[in-house]
């Protein structure tokens, strides 16, 4: 079972960055793939990015190319999402996510463990 804890969200002005975390239970990214998504009011829960464990290849969303970042410290077993350039679009619910399956990264159902959530809110 992994362990999941997301935490940086907040609210912060369009154009401005924010980093998001999140902490895994230890060894996590030794065997598990990890993925960002969020989920706005309203909407279906979408692709963010994500990094595959095996060889660190990363893929985002064209919405955030660019502008977002994510890259992991295996020491302290956390996931990060750097977000630059921030839109009033970009408001959401963030969660990360993990996977062992070989699949696309880009899909809700890859996935199977799930942190609780963090809210980002850009606004002026």
């Known amino acids: 079972q992994v362990q999941l804890v997301e935490f940086g969200g907040g609210l912060v002005q369009p154009g401005g960055s924010l980093r998001l975390s999140c902490a895994a239970s230890?060894?996590?990214?030794?065997?598990?793939?990890m993925g960002w998504f969020r989920q706005a009011p309203g909407k279906e829960r979408e692709f963010v990015s994500a990094i595959k464990w095996s060889t660190g290849t990363t893929y985002y969303a064209d919405s955030v190319k660019g502008r977002f970042t994510i890259s992991r410290d295996y020491t302290k077993n956390t996931l990060y999402l750097q977000m630059n350039s921030l839109k009033p679009e970009d408001t959401a619910v963030y969660y990360c996510a993990a996977t062992k399956k070989i699949a696309v990264l880009t899909t809700v159902s890859t996935f199977d463990f799930w942190g609780q959530g963090a809210q980002v809110t850009v606004s002026s």
């Open positions: 230890e060894g996590t990214f030794s065997t598990y793939s």
